[in-house]
Nanobody
Framework: QVQLVESGGGLVQPGGSLRLSCAAPGRIFRFNTMGWYRQGPGEERELVAG???????NYATSVKGRFTISRDNAKNTVTLQMNSLKPEDTAVYYC???????????????WGKGTLVTVSS
């Protein structure tokens, strides 16, 4: 069973920053687009940001200019740097391997268990 392991969630005040990381097995990481998704209370899971294995990125409109996704191909990790956080960013954030940059399922579809991000004063 493929394991994606997220870390870095927590409680932060509005305007603050958090950095999420996701580690994946190399055989999965190397050949797949990696993405971060989130699911807020009572909401459906949505794409936050994605990065292809050759570095192309895509962001949800709501996070453009605030969040940055990156990948370290040597360490098989993908990172989401979140700045200027807002209460509406509160959600469980999930790491994904395999979906397209648009969030469309195109084949393999691996998920982490999620990490909670709470933005509140």
């Amino acid at each position: 069973q493929v394991q994606l392991v997220e870390s870095g969630g927590g409680l932060v005040q509005p305007g603050g920053s958090l950095r999420l990381s996701c580690a994946a097995p190399g055989r999965i990481f190397r050949f797949n687009t990696m993405g971060w998704y989130r699911q807020g209370p009572g909401e459906e899971r949505e794409l936050v940001a994605g990065i292809s294995n050759d570095g192309l990125t895509n962001y949800a409109t709501s996070v453009k200019g605030r969040f940055t996704i990156s990948r370290d191909n040597a360490k098989n990790t993908v990172t989401l740097q979140m700045n200027s956080l807002k209460p509406e960013d509160t959600a469980v954030y999930y790491c994904n391997a395999g979906r397209a940059l648009t969030g469309l399922r195109v084949g393999m579809d691996y998920w982490g268990k999620g990490t909670l991000v709470t933005v509140s004063s």
